[in-house]
């Protein structure tokens, strides 16, 4: 089980780390659509939970703003330099900002 999971992780590794143009396009395809929306959804949750404002401009205000994150995380994905480096850095800004999140749900 642990050689097979290993075995999986190292595969994984090597992947994002290949040249392979074929493998790296399509690495970057799946890190803008699904990084994209994960990263669109936790950035909108924590305004939405930090945003001193009512409710109905918060909601206008998100709706209006992930029209501006999933282009931007689309740029940013394929202007990294290796497909690593993007799934990275996207896994990064998630993760920072989900927590933000938290917090934000924590304190309120």
């Known amino acids: 089980m642990n050689i097979t999971i290993g075995n999986s992780v190292r595969r994984l590794r090597e992947l994002l780390a290949g040249t392979d143009p074929v493998t790296q396009t399509v690495l ?3 890190a803008a659509v699904f990084g994209g929306y994960a990263l669109n959804a936790s950035v909108l949750t924590a305004l939405a939970l930090l945003l001193p404002w ?3 401009e918060i909601l206008f205000f998100t709706a209006l703003f992930s029209a501006l994150i999933y282009p931007a995380v689309l740029l940013w994905v394929f202007a990294a330099p290796t497909a690593q480096r993007a799934w ?3 896994l990064n800004v998630i993760l920072l900002s989900g927590l933000l999140a938290l ?4 304190t309120n």
């Open 88 to 90: 990275r850095d996207l």
């Open 54 to 56: 009512p409710k109905v």
């Open 103 to 106: 917090v934000a749900a924590w």
């Open 28 to 30: 970057r395809i799946l």
